[in-house]
């Protein structure tokens, strides 16, 4: 099975709880490699450029005000089987349907505050992961 990158976001419920140690512990054990992170806030621009994907949808507008409301902390991830791996990690978009343990059921408040992002393919694990660090800054195999 080959190495697959993914992008996680904690986002900034995650931070104003202070839940990012915490939230990266889980992730690393797991089984996860950091192969980049960083502390950002982004801008309403660039959260709307990040989910452009869902420009139109009636969540838009709340999801990329939230983005931009306060810290957040984007990694790239690398192992096996990382982008189905990492959702089973963190759990449904919605906690209150999530699997008992994951990171959402655990941490998150709403569908909207739901702690943690997740790039749905492999396709999408590369691009997301370009938006916020260009490759040299990405140190594949890190462990």
Same mark, same amino acid.
């Given at each position: 099975?080959? $190495?697959?990158?993914?992008?996680? $976001? ?26 980049? =992170? ?7 621009? @660039? ?18 005000? %939230? =983005? ?6 984007? =990694?790239?991830?690398?192992? @096996? ?33 739901? $702690? ?5 393919? /492999? @396709? ?8 916020? %660090?260009? @490759?040299?800054?990405? /140190?594949?195999?890190?462990?």
């Amino acid at each position: 099975m080959a $190495i697959e990158r993914t992008l996680t $976001i904690l986002k900034p419920d995650c931070v104003r709880k202070n839940l990012i140690g915490e939230v990266t512990k889980r992730i690393q054990e797991a089984g996860f490699n950091i192969c980049a =992170m960083k502390l950002v806030k982004l801008t309403k621009t @660039e959260a709307e450029g990040f989910y452009a994907v869902h420009k139109g949808r009636p969540f838009f507008e709340e999801l990329t005000t %939230f =983005m931009s409301s306060g810290a957040c902390v984007p =990694m790239v991830l690398e192992k @096996e089987n990382a982008i189905a791996d990492f959702r089973t990690l963190i759990g449904a978009t919605n906690p209150a349907d999530a699997d008992e343990g994951t990171i959402r059921k655990d941490f998150a408040d709403s569908v909207g505050e739901n $702690i943690v992002h997740g790039s749905d393919s /492999v @396709e999408n694990g590369k691009i997301e992961s370009n938006y916020f %660090f260009p @490759e040299h800054e990405i /140190v594949a195999n890190a462990m």
